[in-house]
């Protein structure tokens, strides 16, 4: 999959829309998911043109991938899961169901999530 440059989030970083922000740094910036699935659901995305988690495992510098993994853990201490709970998840490409083609983690909690997969979806 190639960078769309025009994607949702290069425009939210771009400034051009808005988003309900919870974190930013040099690399990172997080804000809440227009659509929540859960109580609490943020979106955790490095500011850098990644599309994918093997796009930025390949070519991020070891400061932007310290800095969203650092983000993520420290988000969900902020917004009180870390005791209860949370799970972490990142779409990518067609399988994975990904709608928008900038890396993000999704971070889930606020309640109870279940299992991850259902038995009968293997
Ligand atoms: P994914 O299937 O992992 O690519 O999910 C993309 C996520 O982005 C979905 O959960 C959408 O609700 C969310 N989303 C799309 N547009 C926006 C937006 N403008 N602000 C915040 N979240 C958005």
């Known amino acids: ?17 808005p988003c309900k922000k919870v974190y930013e740094d040099a690399h990172v910036l997080a ?3 227009i659509n929540p699935q859960t109580p609490v659901h943020v979106l955790v995305i490095p500011k850098g043109a990644y599309v994918s988690f093997d796009d930025f495992s390949a070519k991020a510098s070891d400061a932007e991938i310290a800095a969203w993994i650092r983000a993520t853990g420290k988000i969900a201490r902020d917004l009180g899961v870390a005791e209860s709970g949370y799970r972490v998840l990142s779409n990518i ?12 983690m999704h971070l889930f909690g606020g309640k109870p999530l279940g299992r991850m997969i259902k038995p009968a979806d293997k």
Do not use: C, K, W
């Open 93 to 104: 490409g067609s399988d994975g169901h990904q709608e928008v083609p900038h890396l993000h």
């Open 31 to 33: 804000f809440h998911d």
């Open 1 to 17: 999959m190639t960078y769309d440059p025009n994607n949702i989030f290069a425009r939210i970083l771009r400034g051009e829309i």
